[in-house]
């Protein structure tokens, strides 16, 4: 087994090292793509050095050296991907020994699975990240030390995307997932249009398209790093969450729309996010109702069960 390990890379030239090393380390990784997003730091003469330290580290740039996104990022990635199977990696964290020995043998019980999704933990660069993360997050003090992201419970991989819908029950993240590179053919591209939540979108197709499995619950296989610079700890992340959620939504819509997705998976769809919307503008009355025209205009995909509309408006 042989994995492309994509890694974006924006402003993190303090941690590119230690993530590619960790990469590097495992004995699977057949290429590291470090794809530079315009940073601002010296994070792309890193990227060359450590091109220079390894033929497996290969340096790619978008065509007109701009920013344009993780979704733009990786898709440069995923497009110049040469392995069968492809793992993600933030450029500030890093993988665990032996991260894809589980994987390798949950692809070899079955030549049917697409891909495995293990658990991923949490390191905090000081105390005042760790007290950012668990406000964020809305953790308790003993939550937040040992905090992992993880899928808690056993899951059919029929029903592994309506899982992540609801999103109670865990979910899993950038380090965590390793998958068959032909599933690309049915998932198709990250969505450019997206500059947040572009990888829930992305995973959602990965388990709706794919036959996913779990690896584990509790034992990471990556450490996400947790500090200032992290785009969720921004002051302004919730404005542009909010501002961006709708164009999530939409393209969550236009996709179950030309998928013709029914039954449980569009009504989770429909119920969580238009509650959503619905508590976010709901002292905006021009935007819930924006909001509300566009969630009935995607009900065709339910027109069999049309009392959904009512349930909820």
């Known amino acids: 087994m042989q994995v492309s390990v994509i890694i974006p890379v924006y402003n993190a ?57 993780a979704a733009a990022t ?17 450029a500030d964290d890093y993988f665990l020994e032996n ?10 019980s079955d030549s049917s699975i697409d891909g495995v999704y293990e658990p991923v933990g949490t390191y905090y660069v000081d105390e005042e990240a760790m007290t950012r993360f668990s406000k964020k997050k809305r953790l308790k003090e003993e939550q937040v030390k040992a905090y992992i992201t993880a899928v808690k419970v056993d899951v059919a991989p029929d029903e592994l995307m309506n899982v992540l819908l609801e999103g109670n029950k865990g979910h899993f993240c950038t380090g965590g997932i390793v998958f068959k590179r032909k599933l690309l053919k049915k998932t198709g591209l990250y969505n450019e249009q997206l500059r947040v939540a572009e990888d829930s979108l992305f995973y959602l197709k990965l388990a709706y398209y794919g036959k996913l499995v779990s690896g584990g619950k509790t034992e990471p296989v990556a450490i996400r790093v947790v500090h200032d610079s992290n785009t969720m700890l921004q002051n302004d992340f919730e404005n542009m969450y909010l501002t961006s959620k709708p164009n999530f939504l939409k393209s969550l819509f236009d996709w179950a729309l030309t998928e013709k997705i029914n039954g449980k998976p569009f009504r989770t769809i429909f119920k969580n996010y238009s509650m959503f919307y619905k508590g976010s503008y709901k002292k905006d009355r021009n935007k819930l109702l924006k909001m509300m025209v566009l969630l009935k205009n995607a009900t065709s995909i339910i027109s069999k069960e049309p009392q959904v509309l009512s349930r909820l408006f």
């Open 13 to 69: 030239a303090q941690y590119l090292q230690r993530s590619v090393e960790s990469a590097l380390l495992q004995p699977e990784t057949g290429e590291v793509i470090l794809i530079d997003d315009a940073s601002k730091d010296n994070s792309l003469e890193v990227c060359f050095e450590l091109a220079r330290r390894s033929e497996k580290v290969k340096v790619f740039q978008h065509p007109d050296k701009a920013n344009h996104g």
């Open 74 to 90: 990786r898709n440069i990635g995923l497009r110049n991907a040469q392995f069968d199977y492809i793992a993600f990696l933030d």
């Open 99 to 108: 991260r894809f020995a589980k994987a390798i043998e949950v692809f070899q």
